[in-house]
């Protein structure tokens, strides 16, 4: 499959203060290896290549607030996303679902689409830009839709209250516009994010690339598990042991639920988001 090449530059906050190094080196030597680029400096992939420059606006998005309003959202994906289905549902009644359906709509609508509700006389707008499932407009979404979403929302939590700006990258259309040269200061791949948390489950998952920063610790893992309560298989691509199947271009392609080993049963992820940051 054709890569469309690398895609939107968004701005972060989120729950959770955690002091850390001002960077972290994602993949330890040892039994899972350094990322694939051994040898080569973390501080990769900056080529202004493709994306879209954003900010996330005055509320983060915080683990917590994903893990208890996603549920709510999975029964937009049912359908088309309407007027009438979004005032309908519970997000529109208080502050915090608010502030999660604002990065639902982020994620999903491309730039210049939003959508407007009125909820006890005030009138709340929610934005697109990503664009990650135009069609969600005029039908449910499909479980590669869901994916898509969820890596696009997944990338956007972070662990700390600082708001970063990311460089998000992979193979889906929505990430094929051009950046110029502002994207050349987002040299440091961060991993990947992918799962679907629209399911019953709630699947959310990172993978630990070549490094990170002390403002963004979701592809940390601690015993298996970031800070921001993703399930972290381990490297992206590693020396010995991977999460996903190849590094093609700057970008992970199809992570895995676990780590790629001979009998070990795990659930591919094609809708895979990379992340980069600034150093």
């Not at 002091?19 to 350094?34: F, K, R, Y």
Request: hydrophobic share 40%.
């Amino acid at each position: 499959m054709m890569k469309l090449g690398s895609s939107a530059i968004v701005t972060i906050g989120a729950l959770l203060s955690f002091s850390a190094g001002c960077l972290m080196e994602a993949a330890d030597v040892g039994a899972e290896g350094l990322d694939e680029d051994v040898g080569v400096s973390p501080l990769t992939g900056g080529d202004g290549g493709n994306g879209i420059i954003t900010g996330n606006g005055a509320s983060a998005l915080t683990p917590t607030l994903v893990s208890t309003h996603a549920s709510l959202a999975a029964i937009l994906t049912l359908d088309a996303l309407t007027l009438s289905a979004l005032e309908a549902n519970e997000l529109v009644t208080t502050l915090l679902g608010r502030t999660f359906l604002d990065y639902l709509v982020k994620c999903a609508l491309p730039a210049g689409q939003s959508m407007t509700v009125s909820y006890l006389g005030s009138s709340y707008t929610f934005n697109g830009h990503v664009g990650m499932t135009p069609g969600w407009v005029n039908g449910a979404l499909s479980t590669s839709d869901r994916r898509w979403l969820s890596a696009c929302v997944l990338a956007h939590v972070n662990a700390t209250t600082t708001n970063v700006s990311i460089l998000l990258r992979g193979d889906h259309p929505a990430l094929s516009s051009a950046v110029g040269s502002a994207g050349a200061a987002y040299t440091l791949r961060e991993g990947a994010f992918y799962g679907d948390i629209f399911g019953l489950l709630q699947e959310k998952y990172a993978c630990s690339g070549v490094g990170s920063t002390s403002a963004r610790l979701c592809t940390e893992s601690i015993a298996g598990l970031s800070p921001c309560g993703f399930v972290v298989p381990g490297n992206c691509r590693g020396t010995f042991q991977s999460a996903c199947e190849a590094l093609s271009g700057g970008i992970y392609d199809t992570c895995h639920s676990a780590l790629l080993l001979p009998l070990l049963p795990s659930t591919p992820y094609p809708e895979t988001i990379t992340v980069y940051l600034q150093p």
